[in-house]
């Protein structure tokens, strides 16, 4: 995205979120899976619940749209 990454070059979707430390085990922490990272770059689970909705609505209208054209 800024030139850094060359055609070709591996990369890696990693799922992640945050890590507490866990309420009753000590040195152990519990983490929250909720978002994707590429890189320095990350999407929440719930941005992409909502651009998939939005795609689906769009989609409908599309439908509609081309059903009132014929």
Do not use: C
């Not at 929250?32 to 619940?49: H, T, W, Y």
């Not at 769009?58 to 059903?67: L, P, V």
């Amino acid at each position: 995205m800024d030139g850094r990454i060359q055609q070709g070059q591996p990369i890696a979707v990693k799922p992640d979120g945050p890590e507490v430390p866990h309420p009753t085990e000590k040195n152990q922490t519990v983490k929250s899976i909720d978002r994707l990272v590429i890189g320095q770059l990350e999407v929440k689970f719930s941005d992409i619940a909502i651009w998939l909705k939005e795609m689906g609505l769009f989609a409908e209208k599309i439908s509609t749209y081309q059903k009132q054209q014929k």
